[in-house]
């Protein structure tokens, strides 16, 4: 059996967004840019996906910024805030501790140019509070930035009331939404958002595309210059295929959401529960404001990476927070932001799900995972240090 | 996965030596569970001789690979034999390993040798206290 339950690292591609890519390699290949037939018929897909996406998100289509992907549509709008504040010199940035690094990279940059960032505190359930926000806003606040759906432990976050709280003190509020839209429901006007980045491939769209929402009246600074694409924001020829396949999927999953979630939530729910029996495991990050497709527990006593491999043995792909999988010598920066000590955040498993997996799936897993753990108690000495009592367990 | 060599797969799925061993002649046990991985090796010597050798590792996959291979490494060996250990030959015996997990081996090297520098303790057989480098200082644990 194969399992893939890493969804929140990539998806499989849809069959509905492969076939929407199709027609603009082989057919519509122009440049939208050129006034030929070809390139115009291009033009057309172009406006018609903006205006779909538009449409999605509850914005106007000339809101939207398409962009080689999330961590491009965050570096833009954090930058681009960066800017805009710093002529007013405001020169602080609010954020959280767990944030992706596409976020946390640009604000040590900008830290570097002066800036000040405050990141809050996630607390153990990896939930930021309104209140939070409010407490940490200044006089000199020309952005706060927090991600509206966690990619490690999938907490969702309050955006909306975090985003009435930056509308009143009259801060911009920029959201990572990689993992939230296609996901849950996400409406930019609803949720008081001013920028928000989001991914094509994170809801089975393609690779490489993205895009960034952003308010008219707030002006972006240029990451790529060297043309007019993108109202002159962002040059480049247009991805007219990965756009296409991305507006498709993101269409196909927002129209079949609520169905979606029942069943994913369903099988998450599920694997919680089971994986749960482990003696001295831990589930990461809220039970109920949760993504409807993650589950991420520590195990005590073990490390992710020889989890990961023998997962992978047995067919089932996974991921982990430890250190060895990061290829630095910390775990998991969101591990150690919820309070996870070292010694247990190097034994963390992430599983992803979405509507692809299947219950027979889920209870494969069930029977497999336990195995393992036990498999690399049996051998490490962490493990016999705990039960033989000298060491204390932490879960 | 690609990720390692067919060698170091097979150490890993299969490791060899697993277990921990009832009146040990020597124990050695290195690394720090806040860096995510532990060693500890278990001799078994007579006249000189390692006639047993069992291994625990709390690790990555290359460090129990890499414990499996040293213990395979040093069965049957003489006492000096086991002291020439290197992590480089480790490292060969593996047939390499990603650059970032080099310290696996040395952190196997570091366990046979803190296990023999035990039995040396244990039983009064004095030694050459420089082959014997101080863990204290270790530069992989030392950022924490």
Known sequence: MQIYADNAGTTKMSR??????????????????SLHTVGQEAAEALQQA??????????????????????????????????IGE??????????????????????????QGFEITLLDVHENGL?????????????TCLVTIMYVNNEIGTIQPIREIGAVCREKGVLFHTDAVQAVGHIPVNVKDDNVDMLSLSGHKFRGPKGIGALYVRKGIVLTNLIEGGAQERGKRA????????????????????????????VQALRDKLIAGLSQIPHCALNGDATHRHPGNVNFCFEGIEGESLLLLLDAKGIYASSGSACTSGSLDPSHVLLAIGRVHDVAHGSLRLSLNEENTEE?????????PKVVDYLRNMSPVWKDLINGKRQFIL | MALYSEKVMDHFTNPRNVGEMENADGIGEVGNAKCGDIMKIYL??????????????????????????????????????????????????????????IHCSVLAEEAVKAA???????????????????????AHCADH
């Open chain 1, 361 to 369: 799936e889920v209870d494969y897993m069930l029977e497999e995972i």
């Open chain 1, 16 to 33: 509905t967004a492969i076939d929407a890519m199709l027609p603009y390699m082989e057919t519509y290949y122009g440049n939208p840019s």
């Open chain 1, 128 to 140: 930021v509070t309104a209140e939070q926000v409010r407490d940490a806003i200044r006089e000199d």
């Open chain 2, 44 to 101: 078994k010597i007579d006249n000189n001789i390692i006639t047993d050798v069992k291994f625990n590792t709390f690790g990555c996959g290359s460090a129990i690979a890499s414990s499996s291979m040293a213990t395979e490494m040093i069965k049957g060996k003489s006492v000096d034999e086991a002291l020439e250990l290197t992590n480089k030959a480790v490292v060969e015996a593996l047939d390499g390993l990603p650059p970032h997990k």
């Open chain 1, 236 to 263: 480049g020829t247009e991805n007219i295929p990965a756009i296409m396949g991305m507006v498709a999927a993101l269409k196909e999953s927002v129209d079949n959401m609520a169905a979606n979630t029942k069943k």
């Open chain 2, 116 to 138: 023999l520098k035990d039995y040396y303790d244990k039983n009064n057989i004095p030694y050459n206290k420089d082959l014997f480098p101080d863990c204290d200082g270790c």
């Open chain 1, 50 to 83: 903006r205006g779909e996406m538009a449409a999605i998100l509850g914005c106007e289509p000339r809101e939207i910024i398409f962009t080689s992907g999330g961590s491009e549509a965050d570096n833009q709008a954090i930058f681009s805030a960066a800017a």
């Open chain 1, 87 to 112: 002529k007013k010199g405001k020169k602080h940035i609010i954020s959280t501790a767990f944030e992706h690094h596409a976020v946390l990279h640009t604000l040590k940059r900008l830290e570097k």
